[in-house]
């Protein structure tokens, strides 16, 4: 089975910074696309930021400008630095890969979720 274990979140004041960075493992062959999620109390679930296998980027307009996704596909990990965060980027941040096994023979890709690390930032 496939694991994502997400690590870096804390409590920082606003304008601080923070490195959060999500580790898959298990039976790969390969990974796809990696994003981040955010999701606030009373909130939907967002799409903060997201790279292709190839490194091609896309961020929410709420991000641009502060956050950075990156990835090292030979480690299947995912790294989100978070800079001049503000205190409306309080959230529980989802790690989320699309990752290729195979299964009874077959190659499949399959949608894995972290648990989830929380990032609070005071004013």
């Known amino acids: 089975q496939v694991q994502l274990v997400e690590s870096g979140g804390g409590l920082v004041q606003a304008g601080g910074s923070l490195r959060l960075s999500c580790a898959a493992s298990?039976?790969?062959?390969?990974?796809?696309?990696m994003d981040w999620y955010r999701q606030a109390p009373g909130k939907q679930r967002e799409l903060v930021a997201s790279?292709?296998?190839?490194?091609?980027?896309n961020y929410a307009d709420s991000v641009k400008g502060r956050f950075t996704i990156s990835r090292t596909n030979a480690k299947n990990t995912v790294d989100l630095q978070m800079n001049g965060l503000k205190p409306e980027d309080t959230a529980v941040y989802l790690c989320?890969?699309?990752?290729?096994?195979?299964?009874?023979?077959?190659?499949?890709?399959?949608?894995?979720w972290g648990q989830g690390t929380q990032v609070t930032v005071s004013s």
């Open positions: 989320h890969a699309e990752v290729e096994v195979v299964l009874l023979g077959t190659l499949k890709s399959y949608s894995f």
């Open positions: 298990g039976t790969i062959i390969s990974i796809n696309g």
């Open positions: 790279i292709s296998k190839g490194g091609n980027t």
